[in-house]
């Protein structure tokens, strides 16, 4: 595991052109729309949001989206597809690491970025401050794994997460009725092993009163 910063900035222009993260962002944002009760008054954070694609696709199903990312390469990105698109309830802002994530939103969603995270229990409890009364929150990420997803390690700070462990951060941050079910499966090759299987599961939470 590597403390380094991954410089996503590089890689934004070129991030749509591999349909196996096009197919996993959209596997994520269905399964979220079957786990959560989406409505058109409902306020959006997509944390870690990346080009957008899960983003674009919650979008036509809420009312509005806030898209924030560390990289202003991957955010560039984003705004072109608004732009193209003509979407007027998307807006993106950049958040630096360390930056508090503020706001009140009826539902944050996370995906694939929960392992970029160092310290879980307090991006938990920061999403928690952050949800109004009632609100969701929804991480697709890895099972465990061995590091071999990525093919750079930089600042990957966890090869997946065991589910039980996971709820039960959950729990310690506020978070009711948690639940996980697996999003969806990605077939990809590995440095290590060859063609292998990773499993990203979602879990969602409640906000309930302390």
Request: proline share 3%.
């Amino acid at each position: 595991m590597s403390t380094e910063a991954r410089d996503f900035d590089k890689e934004a222009a070129g991030w749509d052109e591999h349909p196996t993260r096009v197919q996993l962002a959209q596997d994520v944002a269905s399964a979220i729309a079957r786990a959560v009760p989406l409505g058109p008054t409902m306020d959006v954070l997509d944390f870690g949001c990346g080009t957008g694609i899960a983003t674009l696709q919650l979008a036509a199903s809420v009312g509005t989206v806030t898209g924030v990312d560390s990289s202003q390469g991957m955010l560039d990105v984003l705004k072109a597809k608004i732009d193209r698109q003509g979407c007027t309830n998307v807006t993106t802002r950049r958040l630096h690491p360390g930056d508090e994530v503020a706001g009140a939103y009826d539902l944050i969603v996370t995906s694939m970025t929960l392992h970029h995270v160092a310290d879980i229990d307090a991006q938990l409890t920061q999403f928690f401050r952050a949800l109004k009364a009632s609100g969701w929150l929804c991480v697709a990420d890895l099972d465990p794994e061995q590091g071999e997803f990525h093919d750079d390690n930089t600042g990957v700070f966890h090869f997946g997460f065991d589910r039980d462990a996971l709820r039960c951060a959950f729990v310690r941050a506020g978070f009711a009725d948690v639940h996980d079910v697996t999003a969806t499966e990605v077939v990809k090759p590995t440095h290590k092993s060859g063609l292998r299987t990773f499993r990203v599961f979602l879990m969602t939470g409640q906000k309930t009163a302390r």
